[in-house]
C-alpha cells in the first residue's frame, strides 16, 4: 500500500490489492484446473474479479497457471464487504517449475536474464511433454470408467 502511495488500512487493502490473501491449488492434471475453475466461478457467494489463463497463455519465460480473483463475502458489524482473493491453480508440474523459477530468478540481478529466460522457455516446454504423456493415462481411465457405466 505504501509503494501506491496509500494509507496502510483495512478498507485500502480491500480496494487496492488484489492478493490480500492466496491459495494455491496443486492438481494433477490441466483438465482437473479447468474443472475446478469453473465449479468455482458458478459459485453464488462469490464473485470473479479477475482470470489469467497462462496454462493457454504462458509468459514468454515459460510460466504455466490459472489465476483467478475473487471477490470473497467478509462480514462484519455493519455489513458485508467483498475482499479478494487470488487463487493459483497449477499442475505438479507447473508448481516444481515455478518453485525453481523463483529460487534461481526472483529479485536476482543476472547478466543472463535473456538467456536464462529461453532456458527456463525449454524446460517448462519440456514438463508439457511430459504431462501431456500422463495426461494420456488419465483420459485412459475416464474413457474405461465411461464404458462401464454405459455398459
Given at each position: 500500500?505504501?509503494?501506491?502511495?496509500?494509507?496502510?488500512t483495512?478498507m485500502?487493502?480491500?480496494?487496492?490489492?488484489?492478493?490480500?490473501?492466496?491459495?494455491?491449488?496443486?492438481?494433477?492434471?490441466?483438465?482437473?484446473?479447468?474443472?475446478?475453475?469453473?465449479l468455482?466461478?458458478?459459485?453464488s457467494?462469490?464473485?470473479?474479479?479477475?482470470?489469467?489463463?497462462?496454462?493457454?497463455?504462458?509468459?514468454?519465460?515459460?510460466?504455466?497457471?490459472?489465476?483467478?480473483?475473487?471477490?470473497?463475502?467478509v462480514?462484519?458489524?455493519?455489513?458485508?464487504?467483498?475482499?479478494?482473493v487470488?487463487?493459483?491453480?497449477?499442475?505438479?508440474?507447473?508448481?516444481?517449475?515455478?518453485?525453481m523459477?523463483?529460487?534461481?530468478?526472483?529479485?536476482?540481478?543476472?547478466?543472463?536474464k535473456?538467456q536464462?529466460?529461453?532456458?527456463?522457455?525449454?524446460?517448462?516446454?519440456?514438463?508439457?511433454?511430459?504431462?501431456?504423456?500422463f495426461e494420456?493415462?488419465?483420459?485412459?481411465?475416464?474413457?474405461?470408467?465411461?464404458?462401464?457405466?454405459?455398459?
Amino acid at each position: 500500500l505504501q509503494r501506491k502511495g496509500k494509507e496502510p488500512t483495512v478498507m485500502n487493502a480491500k480496494d487496492y490489492l488484489q492478493d490480500i490473501a492466496g491459495v494455491r491449488v496443486i492438481c494433477y492434471f490441466v483438465d482437473d484446473i479447468y474443472n475446478l475453475t469453473e465449479l468455482l466461478k458458478s459459485q453464488s457467494d462469490l464473485i470473479v474479479i479477475r482470470e489469467r489463463d497462462y496454462i493457454g497463455n504462458p509468459k514468454p519465460n515459460g510460466y504455466r497457471s490459472y489465476h483467478v480473483i475473487v471477490g470473497v463475502p467478509v462480514y462484519c458489524l455493519d455489513g458485508m464487504e467483498y475482499f479478494p482473493v487470488e487463487i493459483q491453480f497449477r499442475t505438479m508440474s507447473m508448481d516444481f517449475w515455478a518453485s525453481m523459477e523463483h529460487r534461481i530468478s526472483y529479485k536476482k540481478e543476472r547478466t543472463d536474464k535473456e538467456q536464462l529466460r529461453d532456458e527456463l522457455r525449454e524446460y517448462a516446454n519440456m514438463l508439457v511433454e511430459i504431462e501431456s504423456r500422463f495426461e494420456q493415462y488419465n483420459e485412459t481411465d475416464h474413457q474405461q470408467e465411461k464404458r462401464t457405466v454405459v455398459v
